[in-house]
């Protein structure tokens, strides 16, 4: 089963995709914010295309596991997205994904000037990784 994995930010949504066992996750595209029904509908568009059968959105959690106010965003983008897609969509806990995807990008020897611009779509796929270890 494919699992399409968001990470929403302010700017950009990074998107990544599971393969079909749910063994491995890798970063797919990112798409520019402009407005949460139009963002969720786009994400309900791609998930379709990729024939993902769940959508996982990270959230970010406090010490107490409560919702940030960015992670308030992710529930309400999560709600916004139910509205425009049959499939189901959990929210995950993505501490540390954009310093996990950096560090990922350091690990491949990727030099600090191509390092530049935009992870969300590695961090989407550390989500996502997450999300696919905890579950196997």
């Keep these: 089963m ?4 968001v990470d929403p930010g302010q700017k950009n949504i990074g998107l990544a995709i599971s393969d079909e066992l749910g063994i491995s996750a890798r970063p797919l595209t990112i798409i520019k914010h402009i407005k949460r029904e139009i ?5 309900a568009a791609i998930a379709a295309e ?19 106010f960015e992670g ?4 309400r983008f999560a709600k916004a997205l ?3 897609t049959d499939l ?15 560090q990922s990008y350091i690990d491949m020897g990727i ?3 191509k390092r530049r611009g935009h992870l969300d779509d590695v961090a989407a796929a550390v989500i ?9």
């Design 128 to 136: 996502l990784r997450s999300y696919l270890e905890s579950k196997n």
């Design 39 to 43: 963002d969720a509908a786009q994400v």
């Design 50 to 68: 990729n024939d993902a059968k769940l959508i996982i959105i990270g959230q970010s959690l406090d010490e107490e596991g409560k919702p940030t």
């Design 72 to 75: 308030r965003r992710s529930a």
């Design 88 to 102: 189901p969509v959990e929210l995950w806990d993505e501490a540390y994904s954009t310093q996990d995807a950096r």
């Design 111 to 113: 030099s600090r000037k």
């Design 82 to 84: 139910r509205a425009q």
């Design 2 to 5: 494919k699992i399409l994995a």
